[in-house]
């Protein structure tokens, strides 16, 4: 079976790409670069879920083929649960990470370490002829006072798991997977992808 990754943000499908390769499953993984160019989809969902869903679809209906997607992002506790799903422009449509993170820095400068609770989430959907299948992962963490570490992307640099000295941005590749909010949800999703590539879609 070929998988679409669907989604246009290339550290995403590296990440997505390596926690399936270490999965062993009987499927080929085929990034956005592989298929026609398609409309890139309105993420106007109030949920990560339904981002997700938008951009499988999306992928789905353009190409035919199996389509995974996530949408993911930061929720901090003393911003109301925000940035949320407009981690990736919560400095403004086309900021980089930097900018993101910048903001968010500025933004709680103030507030004590015992008070920078935060929790990074991540949607997983999954779309194929036979029907669609979405699913949440998340990790616990609070917000360093300095961002640390040059791994990962996004607001990884500022990123502590519950339980960690280290930033996510300091982790390898590996440990950073175990525990992140993609890897976990999409190891949830692995039994899904597996029954649908054993029956044909």
């Known amino acids: 079976m070929k998988l679409l990754l669907a989604s ?3 550290h995403k499908v590296i990440e997505l790409a390596r926690i399936l390769d ?7 993984v085929v990034g956005l670069r592989d298929v026609e160019p398609y409309p890139e989809p309105v993420e106007n969902g109030a949920t990560f879920e339904e981002n997700a869903l938008i951009k499988a679809r999306a992928g789905f209906a353009a190409t035919g083929l199996a389509s995974l997607a996530d949408d993911s992002g930061i929720e901090v506790a003393v911003l109301n649960g925000m940035p949320g799903v407009r981690s990736a ?3 403004g449509v086309g900021a980089e990470d930097g900018d993101n993170l910048d903001l968010l820095m500025r933004q709680i400068a103030d507030v004590e ?3 920078r609770g935060a929790r990074f989430v991540c949607a ?3 779309v194929w002829p036979g029907g669609e299948h979405v699913l949440r992962g998340t990790v616990e963490g ?8 040059s791994g990962g992307f996004g607001y990884d640099p500022v990123f502590q798991p519950i339980g960690e000295t280290r930033t996510t941005a300091e982790m390898t590749d590996e440990e950073k997977d175990w ?3 993609r890897g976990r949800a999409l190891r949830a999703m692995v039994p899904v992808i597996r029954q649908v590539s054993e029956e044909g879609a």
């Open 142 to 149: 609070v917000l360093a006072e300095t961002p640390r570490g």
């Open 124 to 126: 997983m959907a999954l």
């Open 89 to 91: 422009r919560w400095a």
């Open 8 to 10: 246009g943000s290339p």
């Open 22 to 28: 270490r999965e062993a499953l009987d499927v080929e």
């Open 179 to 181: 525990i992140s909010h």
């Open 113 to 115: 370490p015992a008070r």
